[in-house]
């Protein structure tokens, strides 16, 4: 059964804390993995997304990775405004795309 | 540039009465569009989508139904809604391909309905 889990599901950081969110996944064939933000009450906006294992994206202060069976994104001395929610989305083989339930990223001033 | 928009942004209704969610985006032709539902605690469902005008294709068996009557306009109705139809109802675009299929590629959201069913 194709399957995302995100992990940790909650996450509190000083401000300049940098630390990694992580997704991962098992489907049967991967054809894309994506990276959104969403803020309370808002649609998901796009950061990245990655196509095959070893692809690194980078933007800002965030860094995307993907390996064959997870994908990890790194925030680097993060600053109160990158607090989210952060969510994990996979395609598959078929038209169907899943959804990991997100990481809810505080970050203190 | 592309947008999406979606209203209303907040609903409130009572059980037993239909239901009209509109999602319309600019500036593309030929997307493929999409309906999720995202509940408190849990992923965003996929529950329609749709590769070109009167094309629609259902993940999951509900009460809930999708019309795509043009181009770059999709519809989320129900004729009568449930408690459990309560959430969060987001519309999403993607590029679409000549031929009509889902391909991998981005989707862009827009900022959502508050369906609240009591």
């Known amino acids: 059964e194709d399957q995302v889990t995100q992990s940790p599901e909650a996450l509190r950081l000083q401000e300049g804390e940098s630390s990694s969110l992580n997704c991962s996944y098992t489907?049967?064939?991967?054809?894309?993995l994506f990276w959104y933000r969403q803020d309370p009450g808002k649609g998901p906006e796009f950061l990245f997304t990655l196509y095959s294992a070893g692809e690194e994206k980078e933007k800002e202060r965030l860094k995307a990775t993907l390996t064959k069976k997870e994908s990890f994104l790194h925030i680097t001395a993060p600053k109160p405004e990158d607090s989210a929610t952060y969510l994990c989305?996979?395609?598959?083989?078929?038209?169907?795309?899943?959804f990991g339930t997100g990481t809810s990223l505080t970050v203190i001033p | 540039s592309q947008t999406i928009h979606q209203w209303p942004a907040t609903l409130v209704q009572p059980v037993g009465s239909p239901l009209s969610l509109e999602c319309t985006v600019e500036g593309t032709s030929n997307p493929n569009l999409y309906w999720y539902r995202q509940a408190a605690g849990r992923g965003l469902q996929l529950l329609f989508y749709?590769?070109?005008?009167?094309?629609i294709s259902s993940e999951v068996p509900q009460n809930l139904s999708a019309s795509r009557p043009q181009d770059r306009q999709f519809i989320l109705s129900s004729k009568k809604l449930l408690l459990s139809d309560s959430g969060f109802y987001l519309c999403?675009?993607?590029?679409?391909?000549?031929?009509?299929?889902?391909?991998?590629?981005?989707?862009?959201f827009g900022p959502g309905t508050r369906l609240t069913v009591l």
């Open positions: 489907v049967s064939g991967l054809r894309g």
């Open positions: 749709s590769v070109g005008i009167g094309q």
């Open positions: 989305a996979v395609h598959p083989t078929g038209n169907q795309f899943y």
């Open positions: 999403a675009w993607s590029a679409g391909l000549a031929g009509g299929t889902i391909y991998t590629d981005t989707q862009y």
